[in-house]
């Protein structure tokens, strides 16, 4: 059963943290009750809400709110060195790495400190330092908006691109992202993952803490380099870092 809100605040769903409101706001924390809001809805356009990073509230929200905070963390299967680990769409993104990362997993340290949601990651397809998301991207999951029909989107069908996807040009709006898996290391059982450290100044950073690479290490290279960056939006509202050149 799902709770319909009235007048409430997103100050807290934001991390500019504005003070805006939504007309009619709804959570949901599991996909039998997504489908339920979806389908409540159906004859009106919903305004989806992830992690509220890369986004400026101008105005109140007239549009329905549904709140996907969706958790939990599975790890699928494991293949020799691999490992296959998928996250609810409400997961928080650097929680989720640094899960990986206390688990021995690698492959996304590198994007440690981005704002936002597992469940958005794969629409920008987030990057930093030398690491995309499509490098471990298996599949998603999804629901169409409209009908209520549940899929799974593999790699090749994203069709990601530098900070893009499906998801922002022919399928926008079409879908809810649920759940992301992802084809990680397990550098215990391994000895010749390769560290991306060249990317930016984690070279520079790993100097001066003056401790060996690793992916831990890599881990707070970057949070220490984001964080010189950028203020923590707890403190003072920011979207995060992005950007988009074209040539």
Not at 18 to 40: D, G, H, M, N, P
Not at 116 to 140: H, R
Request: glycine share 6%; aromatic share 10%.
């Amino acid at each position: 059963m799902i709770e319909i809100k009235s007048h409430f605040s997103l100050k807290e769903h934001n991390t500019f943290g504005i003070s805006a409101f939504a007309k009619a706001y709804t959570s949901v924390s599991t996909i039998q009750q997504l489908r339920e809001a979806l389908a409540y809805y159906h004859n009106e356009e919903v305004f989806l809400l992830g992690g509220g990073s890369n986004m400026l509230l101008l105005n109140n929200i007239e549009r329905p709110v549904v709140h996907v905070n969706i958790k939990g963390i599975d790890l699928l299967k494991q293949e020799n060195q691999h490992v296959y680990v998928t996250a609810m769409a409400g997961e928080n993104w650097h929680d989720f790495v640094i899960f990986c990362i206390e688990n021995n997993w690698a492959g996304i340290e590198n994007m440690a400190l981005i704002p936002g949601n597992v469940g958005t990651s794969p629409i920008q397809n987030i990057g930093a330092y030398g690491v995309e998301l499509k490098d471990t991207f298996v599949s998603c999951n999804v629901i169409n908006i409209k009908t209520g029909d549940v899929k799974t989107l593999h790699l090749e069908d994203c069709k990601f691109g530098y900070r893009d996807s499906i998801f922002k040009n022919e399928e926008l709006g079409k879908y809810v992202i649920t759940s992301v898996t992802f084809k990680l290391i397990d550098i215990l059982k391994t000895n010749d993952y390769q560290l991306k450290t060249s990317y930016g100044a984690i070279l520079d950073e790993l100097e001066n803490l003056q401790i060996e690479p690793s992916i831990q290490s890599v881990a707070q290279a970057v949070i220490n380099i984001r964080s010189s960056k950028l203020p923590d939006p707890k403190v003072i509202g920011n979207s995060g870092s992005f950007q988009k050149s074209y040539y």
